[in-house]
């Protein structure tokens, strides 16, 4: 079993950043691959960034390349998702995710844990 609890959140105003965690525990956190998704009201839940279990692979929605990164600290089981130039459109609650694998997928069936969700608000 892994425990994932989200942290971060807020509202912000269009241009601001955001810097999202999400801390692990349970099993060991270096044996999974995490993503972050985010899910608007009335819309699919949506891959945002995802991680392999080294931290030395990163993959990216179009939607927040260059504007979003993903990272991880393997030694204090946590993974942040910086958040830079917002966008209305992103607003949404965003979940972290675990994927017993060596590297994430985009695929939200694929990921076995899931956090609570935090809100992130961006206003225009």
């Known amino acids: 079993q892994v425990q994932l609890v989200e942290s971060g959140g807020g509202l912000v105003q269009a241009g601001d950043s955001l810097r999202l965690s999400c801390a692990a525990s349970g099993r060991t956190f270096s044996s999974y691959a995490m993503g972050w998704f985010r899910q608007a009201p009335g819309k699919e839940r949506e891959f945002v960034a995802g991680?392999?279990?080294?931290?030395?692979?990163?993959y990216y929605a179009d939607s927040v390349k260059g504007r979003f990164t993903i990272s991880r600290e393997n030694a204090k089981n946590t993974v942040y998702l910086q958040m830079n130039s917002l966008k209305p459109e992103d607003t949404a609650v965003y979940y972290c995710a675990a994927d017993d694998a060596a590297f994430s997928s985009s695929r939200a069936n694929e990921y076995d844990y899931w956090g609570q969700g935090t809100q992130v608000t961006v206003s225009s």
């Open positions: 991680i392999s279990r080294s931290g030395g692979t990163t």
